[in-house]
């Protein structure tokens, strides 16, 4: 069974940053491509950044290029989200995902990953 767990939202002023850590168990050894997402009131949930097994390729909506950063953890399976300048757009629960597909298809659709968390709140206030 695998189970994700984020964590690091907060409430943070405009134009602050805030991290948010992700960790994944597994069952298997594996390394697996791992991504974030996020769903403000009333909307669909987004995508927001992607990375590899490895860490060496990333993918970012346009929203966050140049403000966020998704990277690796030391562990097996943990990332994080480092998010600068944020604004009250970014305003969302933020979710944590596994893809367990062995390309690491970098995907920015939510069908892509297999293994969510419960994700973690991050408010901007003006």
């Known amino acids: 069974q695998v189970q994700v767990v984020e964590s690091g939202g907060g409430v943070v002023q405009a134009g602050g940053s805030l991290r948010l850590s992700c960790a994944a168990s597994t069952r298997t050894s594996r390394h697996y491509g791992m991504g974030w997402f996020r769903q403000a009131p009333a909307k669909e949930r987004e995508f927001v950044a992607a990375i590899s097994w490895s860490g060496g390729a990333t993918n970012y909506a346009d929203s966050v290029k140049g403000r966020f950063t998704i990277s690796r953890g030391g562990a097996r399976n943990t990332v994080y989200l480092q998010m600068n300048s944020l604004n009250s757009e970014d305003t969302a629960v933020y979710y944590c995902?596994?893809?367990?597909?062995?390309?690491?298809?970098?995907?920015?659709?939510?069908?892509?990953?297999?293994?969510w968390g419960q994700g973690t709140q991050v408010t901007v206030s003006s």
């Open positions: 995902a596994l893809d367990t597909d062995p390309r690491s298809r970098l995907g920015d659709q939510p069908s892509m990953y297999a293994h």
